[in-house]
């Protein structure tokens, strides 16, 4: 283990071996990190925090504080960071409520970039990225692969699909459909199109992106037939496409509705 000696670890975190802390950094409470992971100066981890193996900390960031929540009386909820994480300078991540499961959870391989922040309860699954100054009120759930341009701001309790592309400035107060790339200011969201080269990066198949484009139309770009009808369309016609029943059900599940309109409104 190499741990500057101007860092603070309390007797109650648990380090794997392998760690590496760097100057002035501070463990605080019952905190577990795993191996290969990389805290660095300056950076808080406190709390219930479990941090998994190869994670990068950057300097100054603040990982597992309390929420900011005004009921909050500092009850034991977690925060659970996966493997393989760079968490840049200056991020803040903080620890659950005790509104829904209790953790705030980040996956694995996620970029989170400098000054973002990710509030209580949100969940993150694997391969996000969140540019710089994104920011995530509480209760928000991101899907793998999802993208959030720098500036980007998600009211609570919204959902961002899987592979879904958020340009810079947006302001999020919907449901934001997975496969998409979507813009705009919280009052004007526009759904652009279908996250084509996000896709092919992600080696998605010739085929399956088709029938995603042949979804989309029906469901952004053809006013003459009902949400409701054309969901049902695609389930009776494209349900043998993983992807297609996924958007479907997205629409399904959706709590506080799912941005519709497109560019061309």
């Known amino acids: 283990m190499k741990i500057h000696p101007t860092a603070v670890i309390d ?24 191996p290969e992971t990389r805290i660095g100066a300056h950076a808080v981890v406190s709390g219930h925090t479990t941090l998994g193996a190869r994670n990068i900390i950057g300097s100054f960031a603040t990982i597992g504080a309390p ?22 300078e200056y991020v803040s991540i903080h620890r659950a409520t005790i509104k829904a499961t209790g953790k ?13 922040h990710i509030a209580h309860d949100c969940i993150l699954a694997d391969h996000v990225i969140m540019a710089n ?8 759930e991101i899907g793998s692969h999802a993208n959030l341009g720098g500036l980007v701001a998600v009211h609570q309790f919204c959902r961002i699909g899987d592979y879904a592309y958020i340009g810079g400035m947006s302001g999020i107060s919907l449901d934001v459909p997975p496969y998409v790339i979507m813009e705009g200011t919280r009052n004007q969201m526009r759904i652009a199109s279908i996250n084509k080269i996000g896709l092919r990066r992600a080696g998605m198949g010739r085929e399956t992106i088709k029938m995603l484009e042949e979804a989309f139309k029906l469901l952004f770009r053809s006013p003459e037939i009902l949400l409701k009808d054309a969901l049902v369309k695609l389930e009776e016609e494209m349900s043998e496409c993983v992807e297609v029943r996924r958007m479907v059900d997205f ?6 509705g799912v941005v519709k309109r497109t560019l061309d409104d």
């Not at 629409?251 to 506080?256: L, Y």
């Open 251 to 256: 629409f399904h599940t959706s709590k506080r």
């Open 104 to 116: 705030t959870i980040l996956g694995n391989s996620n970029m989170i970039m400098a000054y973002c």
């Open 11 to 34: 007797p109650k975190a648990e380090l794997d071996s392998s760690v590496i802390v760097e100057p002035y950094a501070v463990i605080d409470g019952p905190v577990k990190i795993g």
């Open 67 to 88: 929420p900011q929540d005004i009921h909050y009386q500092g009850e034991p909820t977690e925060l659970i960071i996966g493997d393989g994480n760079q968490i840049r």
């Open 133 to 140: 100054v994104a920011t995530l009120a509480g209760h928000v």
